[in-house]
């Protein structure tokens, strides 16, 4: 069945650390994938996206890497700040459900120590 | 920065009742999308819709579940009879294309239902 699972519930940093969040997905049709960032009282937030003909992507702080042989997803943020605290979630589109449909991982929660 | 906005924040309601949840999509995305979040658990698709039309829609989506987009600006989600277990957050979400593009989430209405 399709799911997408995030290796640890919490993870714990000092600020200026560099951060990566693991995301396991098990659909091997999925073409499209996502991070979204949820801060308390907020709705997810867009951070970063890759397509599957990619196996790495860069944004500003944040780097998404992909590799389709394991079906692994991590994103990575450089210098940690106080502001990053939040549940991450990794969300993918799985093709055989329709282009439509995004399912999420459980989320992983960041915190950042001053 | 265009955003997805919901209203209200807060529904509190007894079960049995119907409820009517609001969003205003990003003024020019014509993809729409409801999600919800029980406490603690993912946040799952329940429905998407175009062209005034459901496109697709989950197991949880049943027969109590419509959404409509009564004007040009707000998508609506309504609860018929609602449930205890439809206490949840309950997240719109647009886009601008079909297909892999990222979803924008408004910040939720948090729905209790007693």
């Known amino acids: 069945g399709e799911s997408v699972g995030l290796h640890l519930p919490t993870l714990s940093v000092q600020e200026g650390d560099n951060s990566i969040i693991n995301c396991a997905y098990s659909?091997?049709?999925?073409?499209?994938f996502i991070w979204y960032k949820q801060e308390s009282g907020k709705g997810p937030q867009f951070i970063i996206d890759?397509?599957?003909?990619?196996d790495k992507r860069q944004g500003q702080r944040v780097t998404v890497l992909l590799n389709k042989t394991v079906k692994h997803l991590s994103l990575q943020i450089a210098a940690t700040q106080p502001g990053d605290s939040a549940v991450y979630f990794c969300?993918?589109?799985?093709?055989?459900?329709?282009?439509?449909?995004?399912?999420f991982g459980t989320g992983t929660r960041l915190l950042v120590s001053p | 920065e265009p955003e997805v906005t919901q209203t209200p924040s807060h529904q509190v309601t007894q079960m049995g009742q119907e409820v009517i949840l609001r969003c205003v999509p990003i003024s020019n995305h014509l993809y729409f999308y409801w999600y919800r979040q029980i406490l603690g658990q993912k946040v799952e698709f329940l429905v998407s819709f175009y062209n005034n039309e459901i496109s697709e829609k989950s197991e949880i989506f049943d027969d109590q579940f419509s959404v409509e987009r009564p004007d040009g600006s707000n998508f609506t989600l309504k609860i018929r009879s609602t449930k205890l277990e439809d206490s949840a957050m309950y997240f719109c979400?647009?886009?601008?294309?079909?297909?892999?593009?990222?979803?924008?989430f408004g910040d939720g209405t948090r729905l209790s239902i007693l």
């Open positions: 979400a647009s886009s601008d294309k079909w297909g892999n593009q990222p979803q924008h």
């Open positions: 890759i397509r599957s003909n990619m």
């Open positions: 969300a993918e589109f799985p093709m055989n459900t329709g282009f439509q449909k995004l399912v």
């Open positions: 659909n091997s049709a999925s073409d499209y």
